[in-house]
């Protein structure tokens, strides 16, 4: 195996769904994302979706579609015309990058005691490594099966073919180095 196959194994992963007690979902800008949440909660893989988000710390303030506060808002608005029932989706809007967004999803499952055994990630492709890794650092008895969302064409097929995908998936490297080196200051 090459380095880059080896490389595009690490950062993407991708699970078949199965009967879940929850739905995560870390904040992002990115519509597909909730899109994809709610096709898993109509399909009936699990009861309750957890959005996370307020904003990206490094922009200070939500930077996608429409005029809304935090990236939960966001996300709350496309699950709900997606048909998730409003009583179906948690709230969680403190998180302003994918750590923060697996801590306050903890406190929030954890203040309405809720017993996360099995759940599902839904993030974008080439972000399921460094989501997963901070779930199952705040979720260390459930298992998570990742099952991402594609908002920006990015595969595990194409991402060398452009400058884009060589810069987003590359970039995932650097910012798990980062931020894990953050949490484990933390611990």
């Keep these: 195996m090459s380095f880059v196959d080896a490389y595009t194994d690490f950062i ?3 699970d078949q769904p199965e009967q879940a007690d929850m739905i995560f979902l870390p904040g992002s800008a990115e519509g597909a ?13 699990a009861p309750l979706v957890l959005p996370s988000g307020k904003y990206s710390k490094l922009t200070g303030y939500f930077t996608g579609h429409g005029d809304h506060e935090t990236e939960w808002d966001y996300f709350h608005e496309i699950l709900l015309k997606e048909g998730v029932a ?42 399921a490594r460094r989501s997963l890794m901070y779930y199952q650092l705040l979720y260390p008895e ?10 920006d064409g990015i595969t595990r097929e194409n991402w060398r073919e452009t400058e ?14 980062k931020q894990f080196c953050l949490m484990l200051g933390n611990r």
């Design 33 to 45: 994302l909730p899109v994809r949440a709610a096709q898993l909660w109509k399909e009936g893989y």
């Design 164 to 177: 884009t995908g060589v810069e987003a998936v590359t970039g995932e490297i650097d910012r798990i180095v």
């Design 86 to 127: 409003d009583h179906a989706i948690l709230q969680e809007k403190q998180a302003t990058y994918t750590y923060e967004n697996a801590i306050f999803s903890r406190q929030v499952t954890d203040l309405h005691k809720i017993q996360v055994k099995k759940a599902i990630l839904c993030c974008k492709t080439y972000h």
């Design 12 to 14: 993407f992963i991708e």
């Design 142 to 151: 459930t298992v998570i099966m990742v099952c991402p969302a594609c908002p």
